[in-house]
């Protein structure tokens, strides 16, 4: 499963990645909407789900946010208490700039005993006033932390300007990480060039190269083209033409996110780079969150096919050792 895949540096790790429901609904709610993620998830392919985090990221981008931010549920409260019928192991996203140093220290321990890893994530700006800096986090980690795995957060798009994302990799490497998971990917050039840096560098100074796990989502409306832009998620010219004048966004967006995923498959099994894919589903539109689970899918058979993975129709437990 997905301890052992990124311990051993193996390929092909498949994940299924969520939102938990919003803090403002019912228990009630909040429980049969749980129950109907667990009757999906449980008959997908994977390795593992992710459990993310929001934060209102308003601050960051001056625009006027295309869907209102609503705060959901803790994701690590969500994920013991409505998500452990799923035997699987659980990637949680952590905001640590809302934390204090004994938040943090306490939630390290805990989480020790949970089939758990963890993704620690910044303050979505410099400006944002926050209690702990990401690399203070890395130290609470590094001290209370005893067996779990400790994730970071990849972006292309930085690499653009600065070309240093891959820089940035390294150093979250040296403070704990051992995987990482990206933004969505619609632009697959930015992503190669992250991964061409990142593995020349790995081999003129001897390091190992981290398993790299792309996030795919499918995208069914324009406003969901802009609501990914004022992200920070940059599409092509041409691939945003191509959802634009379609008649079904969504199919559209299916076929483009199948079609990147092939061409990192190739990038990465020529260089020898461990990877994985991440599925989004965080949209409540049962088309777009059916369109997820066809994506799960099909990803399945492309790392297949390609000899990345051995595929399972089950999930198993995971016990960890």
Known sequence: MFFDKVKNKQSGILLYGITPPKAQNTSEK???ISQKRIAHIQ???IDGMVIYDLQDESNRNSQERPFPFLPTIDAYNYTTSYLHELAIPKIIYRSVGKLSEEDLSTWVQDIQQQPCATVFVGAPSRDQVTQLRLSEAYD????HNQNALLGGVTISERHQSGRSEHLKIVQKMEAGCSFFISQCVYNVEYTKNVLSDLYFYCQSHQRPIPTIIFTLTTCGSIKTIDFMEWLGIHMPIWLKNELANCQNILQRSVELSLHIANELVAFCKDKGIPFGFNVESVSIRKD????????VKEVDKILTTS???????????????
Do not use: F, H, K, M
């Open 307 to 321: 000899g990345a993975r051995i595929s399972t129709n089950s999930l198993v437990t995971d016990t960890r050792a």
């Open 43 to 45: 008959s997908l392919p």
């Open 30 to 32: 909040t429980l049969e």
């Open 140 to 143: 609470i980690w590094n001290t």
């Open 288 to 295: 777009e969150i059916e369109a997820s689970l066809y994506l």
